[in-house]
């Protein structure tokens, strides 16, 4: 959505395929395809290379394929389906390429993740966090493959800890949440050294991303970096930030981290200068707290 949002700013037109209907999604995800809406052609029903994906690129021509998309359901889950998750995220990929490239595709943008293997800033060897982790890195290598072989300039665009309104259930509503009940939330793995950065400004880094690729003509990486910090002084932060505009106690616990399962650094490189993208900070965080008031 926050991808969306930024492109179309940008004076892009987004055409936005969804796996279901506008009305089969609930919660949160029903209020960002909301949104999203007002941003983006929607198109409904519509997977990565299936049918009415390649209907789509057929009848349609496109500067830039932003391929974002993963199967990520179970994706904590050590049972996660790595070859299932392959072959969904790359459907008829060399068939999507060659249809696309015929009709003017000039770049191509793969959205890598922090958690892939070789990826990131950390512990030695870069190994994934995970079956999800390992299944992103694949797709990439096949998106890396294709390109290559098509001669269609791609971008790796690889996000860390994205947080920010329109969340998924994760770390940060689980401490709003805590705090609203006027409980302590305690935070158990506060010594793993991660990356997170706002989403809108994500989003930003993402567009002016783009915008790179295309007028370069040129492969490129880019690893957005945001608060480069233990997740315990994250969560210190963000109860900071949160009990001024809230006015919640925002009581924190820093537990006895027993859980090293995942790797104890990784890291985003790139810093981003958010001045030159028109992005502020304390609108941030007042955007974040509006978005939790509601």
Known sequence: MWFAESLAAAGAQVVAPIRGSMDSYEGVRAARVKRLASHADVMEGMSFGDEAFLGLVRGQAFDVLCHHAARVADYRSPDFDVPLALAENTRNLRQVLETMRGRGLRTVISTGSVFEQDEGVGDRPHRAFSPYGLSKGMTWQAMRYWCGVMGIPLGKFVIANPFGPYEEPRFCSYLINTWRKGETAEVRTPLYLRDNIHVDLLGLAYADFVREV?????????????????????????????????????????????????????????????????????????????????
């Open 214 to 294: 295309v007028t370069t003509k040129r492969d490129a990486r880019l690893g957005p970096s945001g608060y480069r910090e233990t997740q315990g002084a994250f969560a210190e932060r963000f109860a900071a930030e949160m009990r001024e505009r809230l006015g919640l106690e925002c009581r924190l616990v820093l537990g006895r981290q027993t859980d090293y399962s995942e790797p104890a650094v990784r890291l985003n490189a790139d810093p981003i200068d958010a001045a030159a993208l028109g992005w502020d900070e304390e609108r941030a965080w007042d955007a974040l707290a509006m978005y939790y008031r509601r």
